[in-house]
């Protein structure tokens, strides 16, 4: 910390397409988190992904060789319990989502409801089925807030790039004729949340990421220093031409000296 109590430096480091691709690691990210942690500069790891927990992150990482505390990772499921939680005292919440979105509501004392819910919560599903779908509709068209992890239309997998909440997001948009408040990366509620976790400002951050449109896109907008890598979603060629561009563009993270990243 400097002597006005504010971060020198912080980095929000994405997991999904940064730290992995699948079950499988990229080393270089994984030594640039260890030298973090070895230099003491605080992070956080943090994804939009909500299927795994804090705890069930902890693990996956410790298979990849990289040892973090479950108080250094920030899932949009985290985020989005919090928001529930913040609205309304006892709320009750129908969710779509896989059990790192349920055990996060849960957590913070948030009741599942399909029948009557204040909230309609949605992630990544990969067990999604048109009944969900008909459940969270109903209960958004009879008032339900409506609530989403995140958009990102894919997720980067070994066999390539799947489909991601925000196809699941889309059917639900589509038969509500409501468009949902997003927890997750481009928009403000995550990055502010990680703020509140490592103090500081959004200028003392650089944001880490492998996709343009939510990493990166939601970086600059918030004045955040931003490095895309490509080891996952984005290519330089799928920035627009109008820009902005990030502040760097890397194939590794091994091009990145941790204290002097831009």
């Known amino acids: 910390m400097t002597s006005d109590d504010r971060m020198s430096l912080g980095y929000l480091v994405d ?3 940064v730290l992995r691709i699948g079950d499988k690691p990229i080393p270089q990210a994984v030594e640039f ?3 973090l942690q070895s230099l003491g500069i605080p992070f956080l790891l943090v994804t939009n992904n909500s299927t795994r927990s804090p705890s069930d992150n902890k693990a996956m990482l410790e298979g990849l060789g990289l040892y973090v505390s479950e108080r ?3 899932t949009s499921a985290v985020v989005s319990a919090d928001y529930v939680r913040s609205s ?3 709320a009750r919440a129908y969710v779509v989502g896989e059990s790192g ?5 849960e957590e913070d004392g948030i009741i599942m409801d399909d029948s009557d819910p204040d909230f309609v919560v949605v992630g990544w599903d990969r067990k999604f089925t048109y009944e969900k779908m008909k459940t969270a509709a109903l209960a958004i068209r009879g008032g339900a807030g409506y609530i989403a992890t ?8 070994p066999e390539g790039l799947v489909p991601g909440a925000g196809a699941i997001v889309a ?3 589509t038969a509500t004729d409501r468009e949902p408040i997003v ?3 481009p928009n403000p509620p995550i990055f502010k949340y990680a703020i509140s976790r490592l103090g500081g400002r959004f200028e003392d951050l650089v944001m880490i990421g492998d996709r343009y449109g939510t990493d990166i896109a939601g970086a600059m907008k918030l004045n955040i220093g931003s490095i895309m890598v490509t080891t996952g979603v984005s290519r330089p060629e799928d920035i627009p031409i109008d820009g902005p561009w990030p502040d760097r563009i890397v194939d590794s993270l091994s091009e990145v000296d941790p204290e002097a990243p831009l």
């Open 15 to 17: 997991i999904d397409g």
């Open 33 to 35: 988190v260890s030298t």
């Open 72 to 74: 250094n990772i920030v």
């Open 88 to 90: 309304k005292e006892g």
């Open 101 to 105: 979105l349920k055990s996060a509501m």
């Open 150 to 157: 995140n958009t990102d239309s894919s997720f980067p997998m």
């Open 171 to 173: 059917s639900i948009s």
């Open 183 to 185: 927890m997750g990366k």
